[in-house]
């Protein structure tokens, strides 16, 4: 089946504690993108990638890091740096010369 | 700075109760418009992409129509399985990788 994964479902992490959050595809989409979802706030840009080996810094990129280094992969670090981590983190796609963008299923991480 | 404002923040229907939806917009240079449907707990589903003012699109119950500052998602004799949040995306330019800017939401419930 073509789709966007994400795991895990749920995280629990110390506070403190850097943790990845995994995000694949095999829909043989170019870009990626990392968004953050906040009670009551719209989703916000944390990273995006538009090809291989390349990325960029969306709004809220502090405390966060990246690396693309497949076509299919697009895994985010949540660093100890970033001060208020608790929150569901989406993952989507998008086909070259298309616009609409496809979400994985999200992450849910609790810092304890 | 582009801004997305959706209203109202929460909506209760009756089944059977046509309502709409309401996305404003400020932005430079829309390249796109976008609706998705969000489930508790799970990613944004892809619904509409409007190009243009003027342009409509409909699917089921649906139907989504643009105008240059604004954006309806009305919905025709809705079903409690219509129940979820709405979310509004505009995408403008290259900027941020074409990144959407998202609403905060309209969470929808529909009685029976």
């Known amino acids: 089946d073509g789709g966007i994964t994400q795991s895990p479902k749920y995280l629990f992490r110390k506070e403190g504690q850097n943790v990845t959050l995994s995000c694949e595809q095999n829909?043989?989409?170019?870009?990626m993108y990392w968004y953050r979802q906040d009670p009551g706030q719209g989703l916000r840009l944390i990273y995006y990638?538009?090809?291989?080996?390349?990325?960029q810094k969306g709004d809220i990129a502090e405390g966060y890091s990246v690396s693309r280094e497949k076509k299919e992969s697009f895994p985010l670090t949540v660093t100890s740096a970033q001060k208020n981590p608790t929150a569901f983190y989406l993952c989507?796609?998008?086909?070259?010369?298309?616009?609409?963008?496809?979400f994985g299923p999200g992450t849910r991480l609790t810092v304890l | 700075e582009d801004q997305v404002t959706q209203s109202p923040e929460a909506l209760r229907l009756q089944e059977g109760e046509s309502s709409s939806l309401n996305c404003s917009y400020t932005v430079s240079g829309l390249r796109g418009l976008f609706w998705y449907r969000q489930d508790p707990g799970k990613g944004p589903e892809f619904l509409f992409t409007?190009?243009?003012a003027g342009e409509e699109k409909e699917k089921e119950r649906l139907k989504a129509t643009l105008t240059k500052k604004e954006s309806f998602l009305h919905i025709t004799a809705p079903k409690p399985e219509d129940s979820a949040t709405y979310l509004c995306?505009?995408?403008?330019?290259?900027?941020?990788?074409?990144?959407?800017?998202f609403g905060k939401g309209t969470s929808l419930l529909v009685t029976p």
């Open positions: 990638s538009q090809i291989v080996n390349d990325f």
């Open positions: 995306a505009v995408q403008a330019g290259s900027n941020s990788g074409y990144a959407l800017n």
């Open positions: 829909l043989n989409h170019d870009a």
């Open positions: 409007l190009y243009s």
């Open positions: 989507a796609s998008t086909p070259r010369g298309a616009d609409t963008q496809y």
